[in-house]
């Protein structure tokens, strides 16, 4: 929280515990929300508290007891998503049980239309995020048609294989709800896919073991060549076959899966990135630009409100989009990078078929300057760096690269390796660089 308002974000999103999609790796308990809310406050900055999720009726039962004591420390809006709830807590407000607290319209609803936006607006919501599925044309369009209606865009983060995120791949695979707070991310997982048969007695899939020595780059080289993508080219004739799908953690479980002229469903998605289009969001009159950021780490947080800060003022100010700045978030752990459904691309373009996992490119994040005194900085590592590398030194007052001359142990002894957590070294940084975070250029 204290890095994203430091770097630029004018505001935060903090999940409610229990109640919200962030259930899992939640810090933000109802002493941290209060303290969250008087630093945001402080600094002139928003708190926005998230209670999106689509509850059971045990957790209905429960809802306003647990909602009243966070809507007591004001938070500047409550993030929603269920009808029901968003009922029960607006009928709270009229008759004075709660505080007037905004409400704003989760990506969770799905709102992908004006007349959805309408509709919320008679309702008393004051913020609709709009649904990832929608395109700049769509969203202009409902600008347009709604122009009193608070608009939320999100820009970046990691996308669901899944309608604005209601999956229900972690449900059915190992029982964990995402519409419950608890997703394990099933999308990421490791799948292989095999070629099966048809039972002709039950019309079930059989496993048809693939041959050995499957080439991946091959088979997609062949598969950009036959298959169609968003367009009129030929289908190719495998594309109507069934396959079966094997996830690697649970071998001999194999499932069914279609394919159509869309691609696979269940696949893991790139990264949202979308500072390349802030420009025309700032036209078409978005108030808001969000960044997802679930579980994220320090510098990712600081690396992407910086960006997007510095996208959003060339904007407003009228000066061209800086392609460096698509190279400055290129250095961020990402699963490869998509502009999801704001521009029509092909469709291979929104999956990633490679790998499961983040990948980093142009820069390395590597340690955290704790405190500065006597021209030193001490810096606790969190990855490997060098004597002789390029050092980025990232800090809201501005970013800075220098070649790393010099480094020392806590004792002032010379050394050239700082090999990783948990160490702390000192090397030369200006004072004003107090707080900064570090990054390793990673040679083109």
Not at 24 to 31: C, G, I, S, V
Not at 145 to 169: K, N, Q, T
Not at 350 to 368: D, R
């Amino acid at each position: 929280m204290r890095a994203a308002f430091d770097f630029g974000a004018d505001a935060i999103y903090a999940g409610q515990p229990r109640y919200s999609l962030r259930a899992r790796n939640n810090e933000f308990k109802l002493e941290q929300i209060q303290t969250g809310i008087e630093e945001a406050h402080a600094r002139g900055k928003k708190f926005f508290v998230t209670s999106n999720l689509l509850p059971h009726n045990d957790k209905v039962r429960t809802y306003l007891r647990d909602i009243e004591p966070v809507i007591a420390l004001k938070p500047d809006a409550l993030i929603m998503a269920d009808p029901g709830l968003i009922m029960m807590v607006r009928e709270g407000m009229d008759r004075g049980n709660f505080n007037d607290v905004p409400i704003h319209l989760s990506v969770q609803a799905n709102t992908v239309n004006y007349a959805a936006v309408k509709f919320w607006q008679k309702v008393g919501v004051q913020r609709i995020i709009l649904s990832r599925e929608l395109s700049l044309d769509e969203i202009e369009k409902i600008r347009q048609e709604c122009p009193d209606m608070e608009l939320e865009v999100f820009v970046h983060g990691a996308l669901c294989i899944a309608y604005s995120g209601r999956c229900l791949l972690s449900g059915y695979f190992n029982r964990r709800d995402p519409n419950q707070g608890t997703c394990t991310n099933a999308c990421r997982w490791n799948y292989s896919t095999q070629d099966s048969a048809m039972d002709p007695n039950t019309g079930e899939a059989i496993a048809i073991k693939m041959e050995a020595g499957f080439n991946f780059n091959e088979a997609q080289e062949e598969a950009e060549q036959s298959f169609a993508a968003c367009g009129g080219s030929a289908r190719h004739p495998a594309a109507d076959n069934v396959y079966l799908l094997e996830e690697a953690g649970r071998p001999g479980q194999l499932m069914p899966i279609m394919e159509d002229e869309h691609g696979t469903y269940i696949m893991n998605s790139k990264d949202l990135r979308a500072v390349e289009h802030v420009e025309r969001l700032v036209k078409i009159g978005v108030d808001s630009l969000k960044i997802e950021g679930r579980t994220k780490s320090l510098y990712y947080v600081a690396r992407t409100a910086q960006t997007y800060r510095r996208a959003i003022d060339d904007a407003v100010a009228g000066r061209p989009f800086n392609p460096k700045l698509i190279t400055e978030l290129e250095g961020l752990s990402n699963r490869g990078f998509t502009s999801g459904f704001l521009e029509r691309r092909p469709s291979q373009d929104y999956q990633n078929y490679e790998t499961g996992h983040s990948e980093i490119g142009h820069s390395h994040f590597v340690g955290e300057v704790r405190t500065v005194a006597d021209g030193w900085a001490e810096v606790e590592v969190k990855n490997k760096f060098l004597v002789g590398d390029q050092i980025e030194v990232i800090h809201p007052s501005g970013n800075h690269t220098v070649t790393l001359e010099q480094m020392r142990n806590l004792d002032g002894e010379s050394i050239t390796v700082a090999p990783g957590s948990p160490l702390q070294v000192r090397i030369p940084l200006e004072a004003r660089y107090a707080g900064a975070l570090l990054a390793r250029v990673i040679p083109a």
